[in-house]
């Protein structure tokens, strides 16, 4: 009886990973399980997420880079000035930058310190749809109070969605976090800010400085 339960539960999930690949299509659903997010809860719509340590750059790679190489080597021009920073760890924290997203190689010599900036506390989230309403925004940040270790100066986040309709003025955004992001279905439906002229919260998505979490304004703020 056991075994039989066990084996129905089996070739649910199957089926549950076939309908979600159908219904939200193949990017989204790699990811979500390369998270290890599970794939009942994203097939009814819900979101989850996880928090866990990035302990390497191969496993930072592996869980932050979407890029193939060809893209990755394109980009090294503008990284390539990052090789010549001060031996400061926020001269290694581009370096870490550097290698993820242009594929430009770690120093032997750079290796120990760089690695010593590990491990990295990771938040993940995968969303099936995200709608936001005009004027909201979406902060994904994380920060250390959430974390209890006291690596946790060191954060990024990673976000998976599968189609977002962002209405008139409505953002995303993340402050002082490394950020990844799918978004394989996007809509924009209107400007980032209504009918008011460009100026610094002119935009959909916004990787901002590190100000502390974020306080709630006129309820438009909504912190996952």
């Not at 932050?64 to 990052?82: C, P, Y």
């Not at 250390?144 to 690596?151: G, L, M, N, T």
Request: one cysteine or more; aromatic letters at 6%.
């Amino acid at each position: 009886m056991v075994m039989n339960i066990v084996s129905i539960a089996d070739r649910a999930g199957v089926y549950v990973r076939a309908f979600l690949r159908g219904l939200i299509g193949g990017e989204f659903h790699d990811l979500a399980e390369k998270l290890g997010h599970g794939f009942v809860c994203l097939g009814l719509g819900h979101r989850q997420t996880t928090y866990r340590s990035i302990d390497d750059l191969d496993t930072a790679q592996d869980l932050l880079i979407r890029a193939d190489h060809d893209k990755r080597r394109r980009r090294q021009t503008s990284f390539n000035l990052l090789r010549t920073q001060s031996h400061m760890i926020r001269g290694f924290r581009d370096r870490i930058e550097a290698h993820l997203y242009s594929g430009l190689p770690v120093k032997i010599s750079h290796r120990g310190n760089v690695e010593r900036y590990f491990p990295i506390g990771l938040k993940a989230i995968s969303i099936p749809h995200l709608e936001l309403e005009p004027g909201q925004v979406l902060d994904l940040s994380t920060y250390a109070e959430e974390w209890d270790d006291p690596y946790a100066g060191h954060l990024a986040v990673v976000a998976n969605i599968g189609s977002c309709v962002l209405r008139d003025g409505a953002r995303i955004q993340v402050q002082g976090n490394l950020l990844s992001m799918v978004i394989q279905d996007l809509k924009v439906v209107g400007s980032p800010k209504g009918d008011e002229r460009p100026g610094p919260d002119f935009y959909h998505i916004g990787i901002l400085p590190s100000s502390g979490p974020c306080r709630q304004r006129n309820g438009l703020v909504i912190r996952i």
